[in-house]
């Protein structure tokens, strides 16, 4: 049997990849299932429901991202104490961040649950989409507390040398939410109802199963301790995972306004279009952000064992990776718009069409965008929040809302589908200057 990789080995880039890819195709899978109740709505369901959790979920993965702030920062912070031989102040920490997490998913849980109706209308939700938006709406929140600590453990399962363990508990969580869409959707006929109630039990898995895996001690380097909650580490964390956090605040509220441009350019088939574009584009910036995930534990141990050899290696293989999968992608998403759009609205010739170069124009940004994710992801494997959240504000906020309201000015509706590419591009240049910039100080080139 092939020996476990650890975060302290040296690595290869095979090693570094072999180490990687379970938390990439763990990104992944969990879009796979994303992009299924989407699947199963549009085709089942049909386009005012599909056209509801669209809406939705931006707010959704808005309330949700406490998971993702706490996961990295504190991803980030306890692969540097294991580095510098602090385990005990690690596995403290650790329980600290789990108890911190599920109490503001449950806050926003019961804060939220009320102003559902409120929030669809404001949304620009319209006829049957209200009905559906707050019934989908009302159960996914129900589901927060799983989902918040879902997004958090699995940043965690690489810190603890065990990312196969980290996949083998999502594809279980996908798994249980594609068999629930099928039972709930297309044969008992519930429509969102059926997604909503498949999602939030697949999240319980995802969500649950760590937290018993992660209370057993026994042959671990990573486990439940006393919790610490020291205000100073805290703020840290909640620092240094501000760009993650930001990140997907960002991505949801600029959803938001995209959303608000197609309803007042093109309607309903608009947000239809966008619901596709980012269904595909999950997949597409999952081996992106996996890749982010797997490596960020290893970059954050050699940081603080202040090995520097290592440090180096690591990031210059990190940077032909994205080098070689940025323009596979690319090419393999201009092949496949088509058939990629034909998943969601093969019964309509005309959105089909719309979809497909929808999607063919938004993938050249994936050209660029690969370098940007690791980039912040990079500087906050280093504790570095400030910049990575620099990097992540240009890429995901600044960059993209002015595009967004410009190119539709200049190109039509083809501008807002290049609005992506326009700021990941500009957002390049802010992410090659920060490297450039502080290259001495972290001495990895």
């Not at 990140?247 to 306004?257: F, Q």
């Not at 497909?356 to 570095?384: D, K, M, P, Q």
Request: proline share 2%; net charge positive.
């Amino acid at each position: 049997m092939a020996t476990r990789i650890q975060i302290s080995d040296k690595f290869t880039f095979g090693k570094l990849l072999r180490f990687a890819v379970p938390s990439i195709i763990m990104v992944i899978f969990m879009s796979l299932y994303g992009i299924v109740d989407g699947l199963f709505v549009s085709n089942f369901a049909g386009d005012a429901a599909f056209t509801a959790i669209n809406l939705f979920l931006p707010i959704f993965y808005i309330l949700g991202s406490v998971g993702f702030l706490l996961g990295s920062g504190g991803c980030a912070l306890i692969a540097k104490m294991l580095g510098e031989g602090n385990a005990d102040g690690a596995r403290r920490n650790f329980g600290g961040l789990v108890i911190i997490t599920a109490t503001v998913g449950a806050t926003f849980t019961a804060i939220i649950i009320p102003f559902m109706p409120r929030i669809a209308v404001a949304l620009g939700a319209t006829g049957e989409a209200v009905d559906h938006f707050i019934v989908y709406g009302t159960i996914m929140i129900g589901g927060l507390i799983p989902f918040t600590l879902q997004t958090f453990f699995q940043y965690f399962f690489a810190v603890a040398d065990r990312p196969k363990l980290g996949l083998a508990i999502t594809v279980g969580a996908g798994a249980t939410n594609m068999l629930g869409d099928f039972l709930l959707i297309y044969v008992a006929k519930m429509g969102v109802t059926g997604t909503a109630i498949a999602t939030v039990v697949g999240e319980c898995v995802g969500g649950i199963i760590p937290l018993a895996y992660f209370f057993v001690k026994k042959g671990k380097t990573l486990y439940f301790a006393k919790p610490a909650f020291a205000l100073k580490t805290i703020g840290k964390i909640c620092a240094n995972g501000s760009s993650e956090m930001i990140t997907n605040l960002s991505v949801s509220a600029v959803s938001v306004i995209y959303n608000f441009q197609l309803l007042k350019y093109i309607g309903d088939s608009g947000v239809i279009a966008y619901g596709i574009i980012m269904y595909v584009s999950f997949i597409f910036i999952g081996c992106f952000l996996g890749f982010s995930v797997g490596t960020a534990p290893i970059i954050g141990y050699n940081y603080g064992a202040q090995n520097t050899d290592e440090l180096k290696s690591v990031f210059k293989k990190s940077l032909l990776f994205y080098a070689v999968s940025a323009v596979a992608l690319t090419a393999i998403a201009e092949l496949l718009a088509k058939p990629l759009a034909m998943i969601f609205v093969s019964h309509d010739a005309a959105l089909l069409d719309f979809a497909t170069r929808a999607i063919r124009i938004f993938s050249i940004s994936f050209v660029i965008s690969g370098f940007n994710i690791y980039a912040s992801a990079f500087f906050t494997a280093l504790n570095n929040g400030v910049i990575s959240a620099v990097i992540s504000i240009s890429r995901t906020l600044l960059f993209q809302i002015g595009a967004v309201f410009l190119m539709p000015l200049i190109f039509g509706i083809d501008g807002i589908w290049s609005a992506t590419i326009i700021a990941e591009f500009v957002t390049l240049t802010v992410s090659v200057a920060c490297v450039i910039a502080l290259r001495k100080k972290y001495d990895y080139l």
